[in-house]
Structures are given as C-alpha cells and as structure tokens.
C-alpha cells in the first residue's frame, strides 16, 4: 500500500512539475465531461417540458375539436358577410357518448359570443358553454370561488368561471369575484376565478388551438339557450359568422392503456360522419407524449454521442501528451530501471500519471457542466425577457449522466495510457541511459 501511494505522489510531483502543459492536457478531458453533462442536461430538460405539457393535456384524453376547413382567399372573400357552417354537431355527441358507455367522461365545449367586455375594456371572445366535468378531465384549478355545479346546468344560471390572465385583463384593479362581464351583450356573474394554466402560450396552448388562460367557462344549457349555434368574429376589418353546434368534446378513457383503441375507433366515426370536410381533427395527448418521448430520447443520443466525441479527442491529448513525455523522460527511465525498478514498476507510473491527469480533468469538467447547466437555467429566462422572445433553455441535472462522465473519463485516460506506458517500460535501460 506504501508502494502505491509513492506512485501517486511521484505521479503528482511529475504533472505538478510542469503544470501548464498538464492544464492544457486536461483541457479535453475538462470540457468533454462538462459537455456531456450539459448536453444531456438540456435534452433530459427539454424532454422533461414536452412530458408536462402533454401530460397537462391529459394523458388519457382524447380532444375531439371542430376546426374550420381550409379555403382559397376567393373563397373566404365570398362567404364574408355570411355563415359557414362547419364541425362537430349535437348528433356527432350523441354518437360518440353512446359508442364509449364505459368512458371515464365526456364534456362538450360550445363557443359562444364574439366579444367579453366589462365596462369600457373588451377582448375576443374564448368563451365556452361546458358542464362540470371539465374542471378535472383537462387538469384545471381553481384559484378562488367555485366551478360550474349541476345546480348551474339545470337552472341555465348566468354565471361565469374566468381564467386568470383574462381576469387580470378585464380587473387590472379589481376583484373579478361576484363581478359582472358581458359576452356580447348577455351579462355573466363571476362565482370563480381558474388557476394559471402552465402551458400558456406555449407547445400546449398551440395544441388546443388558444391561450387556455384567456378562457370563460359558462353553464352549457345556458350556452345553448342564450346564444344559439352562430358564433360572429371579427375579422380583416368586417365581421364573419359561423355556425358550430359543439366546438370541442373531451372524451377521457377509462385507462392509459385503452386510448389509442379509443382514439382510433374516434378517428373511424369521424371520418365516416364528416367525409371529405376535413372539419374535425382529433388531439391526443398519449400519442403525443410517446412521440416526445421517442424523438427526445434520439435527440438526447446525438447530443451525448457528439459531446462524447470531445472526450474522445480529450484523451488522444492524453496519450500524444504522455507519448512525448516518454521521450523526454527516457533519461530518467534509464537511471530508476538501473537502480532495480522493473517494467510493472515503470508501467505502473506511467499509469497512475495519466489517471491521475483524468481524475481531476474529470472533477473539474463535472464543476464545470453541473455549474453550467444550473447558470443556463437561470439564464435563458433573463435572455428571453432581454431579447422579448420566448427564447428557452431548459435544463435538468441527472445523476446518471454526471456519473457516467466521469466514469468514462477516468477509462479514457487509463486506456489512452496504456500505450504511452508500455512503451516506456519497453526501453532499454543501457540505452535510455546514453540518451540525452
């Protein structure tokens, strides 16, 4: 054991000797760990994004949405100033609830309303007639008040629940509770106020197809009551109307395991009642999220495959390095081989030089990625409130990857050493003596 720790400090005392050339030999080794780390840092991040997005959606729903067809600008032209009529219907609702009796739940959503005003600020409307069942089949919270009840169903009250950032909008300075808005011109008493919705903005709102915090949750008996099937926009300075019986249905399966048999019986209904309109599209989250899953995973293996490439080149420095070192020290080889140091011995220095050089390239490359990968974090949010974009980095520090940097590391300079080594322990000891 004392033989070993004299190699470890005559190991040291050689790399400490010229320290400059043993930092810039690191430097591979440094940055290649710190690159590994990052890299799967910024995918497991990225992955861990998309999962939570999709998994807001609901892992076991199946959105059912009208979606106006495509048309030509002549087209569009021609029908301003008249209604279109396009998507889901009340029978396609009545299908669907009759075809998945076991269904964990289904909730319809019916826009309705061109405007929400309160006194002298308005903005478009995202307000939807829905029943109870909404609030947990899409993973909504409420922050203050209550939801929709059955109570609102049967007696079509008038009464609205409103999402935080339309609220904080229409009430920059008030309480929106027990408040009055209008959508149109049909007054709406608001009993609760929605929690923020996470996905915002981002990959899911796009999904739904709007900013969820936007929305206005009204009794769907009052909905179908009060405002019929026309819904009037305002749009290219005119106003276009559309008639839409059901604008979305959320169909949640009884288990992960069933939605994409459910999806797909879905996917056959609609395409017989809805032929050739190409009205309705179909988002489900699980296939979604397998898809992220996938594509993260693969995106994760080329950015770790390409970080890898710098420890690679790391330890080439390593041996090119430690192959020069043999020269200038063929000397010094020649003299300890004649004072009885044998091969093992010469090997073995050589050895313990080029971990030792590893070991600590790996600790300081695994400082480097970990406080890289925390400070991008930090970073990206202050970048993107900089540049006004939506400019993100997200980042997630796995213990596996850190790990198997510095594994890695410490293997790579133990095998690029090993040549370095043998050839050294191969001198002849007459011959390096006579070296100069």
């Given amino acids: ?56 959606l609901g892992a076991k729903n199946i959105i059912v949405r009208s979606t106006k067809p495509p048309e030509s600008a002549a087209a569009a032209s021609s029908t301003r100033g008249r209604s279109i009529r396009y998507g889901l219907t009340r029978d396609d609702l009545k299908i669907l609830t009759e075809s998945f009796p076991e269904a964990e739940a289904i909730v319809p959503l019916k826009e309705v309303g061109g405007t929400v005003m309160r006194k002298s600020r308005r903005k478009s409307s995202q307000s939807y007639g829905t029943t109870p069942e909404l609030l947990q089949v899409a993973n909504l919270r409420i922050a203050r008040g209550r939801y929709l009840n059955q109570s609102d169903l049967d007696d079509r009250a008038t009464v609205a629940v409103i999402g935080h950032e339309l609220a904080n909008e229409l009430f920059p300075f008030d309480d929106p509770l027990e408040s009055t808005v209008k959508i149109d011109d049909k007054a709406m008493k608001i009993v609760g106020i ?100 996938r594509d993260a995973l693969s995106r994760q293996v080329v950015l770790s495959a390409i970080a890898a490439i710098s420890l690679l080149v790391g330890g080439i420095g390593i041996m090119n390095i430690m192959l020069a070192s043999v020269t200038e020290r063929t000397r010094e080889i020649g003299i300890r081989r004649a004072l009885g140091a044998t091969r093992r011995h010469i090997t073995q220095q050589f050895l313990v030089e080029t971990s030792v050089l590893s070991l600590i390239g790996g600790l300081l490359g695994v400082a480097l990625g970990v406080g890289l990968s925390i400070g991008l974090g930090y970073a990206a949010p202050l970048i993107a409130a900089r540049l006004k974009s939506t400019f993100e980095m997200p980042t997630q520090l796995t213990l596996w990857s850190i790990l198997l940097a510095f594994v890695v590391a410490a293997l790579t300079g133990l095998v690029f050493g090993i040549y370095p080594a043998m050839k050294a322990a191969k001198q002849d000891p007459i011959v390096a003596l006579r070296h100069d």
């Fill in 1 to 56: 054991m004392s033989f070993f720790f004299a190699m470890i400090r005559l190991g040291l005392g050689n790399l400490w000797l010229h320290r400059l050339r043993t930092l810039l030999t690191a430097l591979g080794i440094i940055f290649g760990v710190a690159a590994v780390i990052i890299m799967v840092s910024i995918g497991e991040g990225t992955k861990r994004q998309a999962l939570e997005r999709f998994e807001r």
């Fill in 194 to 293: 929605l929690a923020p919705v996470g996905l915002a903005g981002g990959a899911g709102g796009a999904l739904v197809g709007r900013d969820l915090n936007f929305d206005l949750h009204i009794p769907l008996t009052t909905a179908q009551t009060g405002f019929g099937d026309q819904i009037f926009k305002r749009s290219g300075g005119g106003f276009q109307a559309a008639t839409v019986q059901v604008s979305e249905i959320y169909l949640a399966a009884p288990t992960r395991d069933e939605v994409v048999s459910y999806a797909n019986l879905i996917r056959r209904i609609i395409d017989v009642r809805h032929e050739k309109t190409n009205d309705v599209t179909l988002i489900v989250p699980y296939e979604l999220l397998e898809t992220a899953t």
